[in-house]
């Protein structure tokens, strides 16, 4: 978003790094009744198309506006968390080393519109920003916490690969959302991804539940990266901790053509680095802007969000296709 930098993260930056929709998915209607009864049944759209339209272009206005000004107030208008404390995060940043975002423009946007019954509601958009090698897909998720509530971003994953377009439409175009909690179709519940992802990064591949997920660069390289990081770091006389556990953020999932799902959730990392000598600990990277530079003497405590899309197939492992990662809040000693 316009709030982002492209500065590395931290020492481990490597590691972890990277509906106005153009509608629905498929209802999976059953038993009597034509398709559109059967769609009614399972709710009512979140939107219409033309309003998701509107929702994506007024928080382009408010998140440039947000950018221009580095002013977390103005994002307060447009996003909700997880979205908001990482992008929160990347304005401090900024503000530090005082260099304000870019102005963002959204192209060939997508959207998909679950049909929902009551709120919260929510819908999901596929769309790009930046050009040539600067271009980012994003996984956008907003979300509307009661009627005449505004539409809010909650998500933002980056993706390298098309994942969006899986999603089934019904007969009228719109999405199926899944229930988190169900296996119904699925390899696995989309409520067990996040303690499965969270054991894998933190325990590795032989860690309970480890093995739903897909070998890929968010998961198994990603654990590999990690040790190899903490290794280095020993080697200039710096211990590192890194644990993972689930972040207390509702899932969202949407059904794909192959009865799968299209799975968003976050994860929450805790870091504790330690050395014996001061002056082996600084603040850089992406903790720029949430401690004092010189805090960090021999301890340095942080805290990361980490937000992920996921396609759960109908059998197989989960394969991570996005993320978002961005340190939230960092405590020097």
Known sequence: MAARTH?????????????LLVTALTAGCSGSGSPAEAAKAKGTPALTKAQAEQVLASFAEGLNRAGKRLSAKALHTVETDPQLSMDVAALKLRRAVRKPPGKLAFTSSAFYIPRLTGHPR????????????????????????????????AADPYIAEPALPKVALDPEGFATPVDPATQDHLAVAPAKLPQAHAALLTDGPNASGAALLADGARTSETYKALKQGE????????????????????????????????????????????ATKRGRLSVSGDLVGLAPAKSARTRMDTTVLVQYLATVPPK?????????????????S
């Open 7 to 19: 500065v590395p993260i931290n020492p481990l930056a490597g590691a972890l790094g990277g509906c």
């Open 122 to 153: 929510w819908f999901a958009a596929d769309t790009t920003t930046g050009t040539g090698d600067r271009t980012l897909r994003h996984a956008l998720l907003f979300t509307q916490d009661k009627p005449g509530s505004p539409w809010l971003l």
């Open 231 to 274: 290794r280095a770091l020993a080697g200039r006389g710096v211990t590192l901790s890194s644990r993972f556990t689930p972040a207390p953020y509702k899932i969202y999932a949407l059904r794909t053509k192959d009865r799968g799902a299209i799975v968003w959730y976050v994860l929450k990392q805790n870091e504790a680095y330690s």
């Open 316 to 332: 197989g492992r989960a394969t991570v296709n996005g993320m978002y990662r961005k340190a939230v809040l960092a405590h020097g």
